[in-house]
Nanobody, 124 residues
Framework: QVQLVESGGGLVQAGGSLRLACAAS????????MGWFRQAPGKERAFVAA????????YYADSVKGRFTISRDNAKNTVYLQMNSLKPEDTAVYYC?????????????????WGQGTQVTVSS
């Protein structure tokens, strides 16, 4: 059974940093694009960042561009999201997702495996 397990969430003050990790049980992770999404209370799940199979291409939502960095270590079957200069509006449950394809995408419909989520809370 495929599992994606996020970690690294928590409570941080505005301006602080967190690093999320997503460990996958997928042996084929290196042949999949990966993404991070987030969902705040009362809102739909929103795209945050995505990375292609090799790590050579990354994409970001405008709201996090310049502050967040997505990366991957295929040898460790792990994807990361470095979040700097955090704002209260970044507060949400963050989910990692695996795509069946090689190319990164921003739509959640392009991903077929999801983690359980990790809470990020940014205080003002």
């Amino acid at each position: 059974q495929v599992q994606l397990v996020e970690s690294g969430g928590g409570l941080v003050q505005a301006g602080g940093s967190l690093r999320l990790a997503c460990a996958a049980s997928l042996s084929t992770l290196s042949r999949r694009a990966m993404g991070w999404f987030r969902q705040a209370p009362g809102k739909e799940r929103a795209f945050v960042a995505a990375i292609n199979w090799s790590g050579g291409a990354t994409y970001y939502a405008d709201s996090v561009k310049g502050r967040f960095t997505i990366s991957r270590d295929n040898a460790k079957n792990t994807v990361y999201l470095q979040m700097n200069s955090l704002k209260p509006e970044d507060t949400a449950v963050y989910y990692c997702a695996a795509s069946p394809g090689l190319t990164a995408a921003s739509s959640p419909t392009q991903y077929n495996y999801w983690g359980q989520g990790t809470q990020v809370t940014v205080s003002s």
